[in-house]
């Protein structure tokens, strides 16, 4: 129904959600940030999932796996 | 002389007892070899993603510090043999990244950007996902007041 509407967001949203933040380094700290842009099982989501440029992607990947380190976030959710 | 972000896991029954003779065994370690505190703090105290040496909660602490590059290896050395220190990681920031001003982290991600929540996968998988992960994410990112299931063990 309202696929015009639909499409403007997609082609308006275009850069990644760090860059469009502008964002120089993502914070291990933003559990917030870091368990939207993870799956109920603590995965991570995949760059097409994500947005995120592969700039970002790289660092949230790093983000990530210090914030499991620290117990932050789950390894593994049961 | 180079800046580090270190992060230390203390033992909650430990901090809730004595606060500052927790955190003084951390800054007495660091500052033996030659830190210098810049920022630095009680960052949280929280349930943990999964125990750790048996610990269900702990208490983070957050130091910025100024330290020779050198000094820390030893500070690693001696704050893995304190039992109040459950875990740390202590990491270089980059060089032009400054301290930040507070220990507070600033979210990137608002809840009302829920864009990229949708528009994947599509078809009979994706209403199964999205209600899993809504469950799980209150999960662990709500205080820990949820019923754990203890049943020790086997993580």
Redesign the interface.
Known sequence: MDKSKRRF??YS?GRC??CR?N?????W?????L???S????KM?SR????NCARHQRQFKAAIK?A????????V?R | MRTYEGMFLLDSAQAVKDWDATVGVVTGILQRYGAELALNGKWDERKLAYPVKKQRRGAYYLAYFHAPTDAITKIRGDLLLREEVLRFLILALPEDQPVPDTLEVTTTIEDDDDDDRRGFGGGGGRGRERRESRGDREGFSGDGEESSDDDGGND
Request: no cysteine; aromatic share 16%.
């Open positions: 967001k997609k949203r959600r760090f933040a964002v120089q380094y993502v914070d700290k933003d559990i917030h940030t368990s939207r842009l799956t109920g099982q603590g989501f097409k999932r994500s947005g210090y499991r380190f620290m117990a932050l976030m789950p390894y959710a």
